[in-house]
């Protein structure tokens, strides 16, 4: 019986030429294939060439076909958090879709943090998770949650398949949802017994019939943006993740439309990296730690460009004092950012990179210029606020400063192909601060979840993007505790990711925070039991290293680049009561800035209509 099935599967094989139009070798497709066969085929045509994933009952099939084949490549982690988590790094680093494998139940519901942190960031994601078959959903099955339920809420949307006929429409679809539009994670939950059904499998299609993003913006509106720019007296380019989410010719355009008009840019935590940090004309990150004379340019700038940010509270602070006296453009691919919660002047609705296009093609038709003169007033005015230099500290003494030890990674980084992952906390925003994006997708932070645990995964996921590449995880000590077991992931895959621990022996952020706005009550924010972070690397089959004083950081950052084989952890003492300065507190405005204990005043810049310098 099983030979019969064979020899009729064999005989359903498309009549197809073993070369293409363009020579390349062409796999002969059954008609008839498995569900967990369809699976693979899909994942075949979309490009995959690697999934991160962990098997479970539920989805034994996918990994039985996994077995029989050799042009993907899975990587087993240690839990499907971490999954998600990789496939966001090696999504964000890549710009492909990262794919993620797991089991029905607990492997759904473990992914939920991955896939959260997905949509918040817009991360392209394709979820396969495993369901109990179709006759037992809803009977409380073994390993049975309701997973397209649980994930609704935090999926740009989410597929329960009941038909095998169905499933190669759904991937290819899924596919084309994550990646397109504004991107961001798809679910597709697979039941057992449709895994083992045999089905028809369709290839991938251009086009969907209803679903199509706005991608050309309206040509009236950009005009009206341009007219508006060349009016401009105190400018600003406000630009985030959105830019690096529309490809490098969209950072390409963003840089030649800033030196064209010579405005300042500033940009969120994910947008860095869109625009050379060591440019003069870039101001820093924005925000809540953001340096001071971004914040305070975009208070008083006229005319606000919003591309590709959706003007998140850690950015805007108080909304009703957010940038009071600008016009404000805002374009971006996602409809339902657009006056969610800032009414702007001008909307544009459509890919970063076709509106940059228009309106550079818009300026030069018709000869705008900018207010030379009032443009170079506005820049003496950021030139003093860039002479407060906000990031500055002193590295006296034995202790390690952060802020040290981060420029010397810097530094010693120079001329390498870097990646940065980080976790979340005082080293992910003091990363932010003194590390130097100079292109895009080299910056991997979990910004709108905030997800501790994120950066070791991520490493992970960028690592198998880039394998020749040097990739970093900026980590704090109670962070990387969160996802640490994905060290044996690293060591199986002989990964040489490197984890470098600012080690305050605090939850730092929430240190900084019990410290300035609950009286210094520091409630389970210390951590009495931490590991030896060395020894821990060595028990996963690691290298660790340890820094205790400021002579020691330049030998372990050195040392930590000669291991090439296998992951590596840097434990860096550094000092457990610096806080990160500036910071916004929440709910201010952008001109109630603290810059510090030293300077332990607000930055009282702009009042009214008019600019006061300092």
Not at 221 to 245: C, D, Q
Not at 316 to 337: A, C, E, Q, R, W
Request: proline share 6%; glycine share 10%; net charge neutral.
């Amino acid at each position: 019986m099983a030979g019969a099935m064979q020899a009729q599967k064999q005989n359903l094989m498309r009549e197809e030429s073993k070369t293409s139009g363009q020579g390349k070798t062409v796999v002969p497709v059954p008609a008839a294939m498995s569900g967990a066969e369809i699976v693979i085929q899909a994942l075949r045509d979309q490009g995959v060439s690697t999934i991160f994933g962990y098997p479970g009952g539920a989805v034994l099939p996918i990994y039985d076909a996994l077995f029989r084949q050799n042009s993907i490549q899975h990587v087993l982690v240690r839990h499907e958090q971490g999954a998600v988590h990789a496939a966001e790094g090696y999504a964000r680093s890549s710009g492909k879709v990262g794919v993620v494998l797991v089991t029905s139940g607990p492997g759904a519901t473990n992914a939920v943090t991955g896939l959260t942190d997905a949509l918040m960031d817009s991360i392209p994601i394709v979820c396969f998770t495993g369901q109990v078959p179709t006759h037992l959903i809803g009977n409380d099955a073994f390993q049975e949650c309701d997973t397209t339920g649980i994930t609704r809420p935090c999926t740009k949307h989410n597929y329960l398949v009941k038909d095998v006929n169905q499933l190669a429409r759904v991937i290819h679809e899924a596919f084309l949802v994550a990646r397109t539009g504004r991107p961001g994670p798809v679910v597709i939950d697979l039941p057992k017994d449709v895994q083992f059904a045999e089905g028809t499998y369709q290839g991938p299609k251009q086009q969907h019939p209803t679903y199509r993003p706005q991608i050309v913006p309206d040509r009236a509106a950009v005009e009206k943006a341009v007219e508006l720019i060349a009016s401009a007296e105190r400018p600003i380019f406000y630009t985030g993740g959105g830019m690096i989410n529309a490809g490098p010719q969209a950072c390409v355009l963003l840089k030649e439309f800033v030196q064209l008009t010579g405005f300042p840019c500033t940009s969120t935590l994910m947008g860095l990296g869109a625009y050379p940090m060591s440019d003069n004309h870039f101001l820093g990150m924005l925000g809540m730690h953001g340096t001071y004379e971004a914040n305070l340019a975009m208070h008083g700038c006229d005319v606000m460009i919003n591309i590709g940010a959706r003007f998140d509270d850690r950015v805007t602070g108080k909304l009703s004092g957010f940038s009071p006296n600008s016009k404000k453009i805002h374009v971006d691919i996602d409809p339902s950012s657009i006056n969610k919660s800032i009414r702007v002047d001008l909307p544009i609705i459509g890919n970063a990179d076709k509106v940059l296009e228009m309106m550079l093609e818009i300026w030069r038709a018709r000869g705008y210029k900018v207010k030379a003169e009032a443009l170079k007033r506005w820049w003496q005015q950021i030139d003093k606020w860039r002479g407060r230099n906000c990031l500055s500290y002193k590295q006296t003494g034995s202790i390690i400063k952060p802020q040290y030890a981060l420029e010397r990674l810097r530094e010693l980084t120079k001329g390498k192909e870097t990646f940065i992952t980080t976790e979340v906390g005082q080293h992910q925003m003091w990363a932010a601060q003194f590390l130097r994006f100079e292109k895009p997708n080299h910056w991997m932070t979990s910004g709108g979840l905030g997800t501790m645990g994120y950066g070791l995964p991520a490493a992970i996921g960028t690592q198998m993007a880039h394998p020749d590449a040097l990739v970093i995880d900026v980590a704090g000590e109670a962070s990387i505790l969160m996802n640490i077991q994905e060290m044996s992931t690293a060591v199986q895959y002989r990964l040489p990711v490197k984890v470098f621990i600012l080690n305050n022996q605090w939850m730092g952020m929430v240190r900084q925070w019990q410290e300035m706005l609950h009286g210094g009550r520091y409630s389970q924010s210390y951590t009495e039991a931490l590991p030896d972070f060395v020894k821990l690397a060595e028990a996963f089959g690691g290298v660790g290293f340890r820094a205790e004083k400021p002579d020691d950081v330049d030998k372990v950052i050195l040392e930590m680049f000669k291991v090439k084989d296998r992951p590596t952890i840097v434990d860096v003492s550094v000092d457990p009561k610096e806080n990160c300065f500036p910071m916004i507190p929440s709910g201010k405005n952008h001109n109630e800035i603290i810059l510090g204990p030293e300077e332990n005043q607000m930055g009282q810049a702009i009042e009214g209509d008019g600019m006061v310098l300092v």
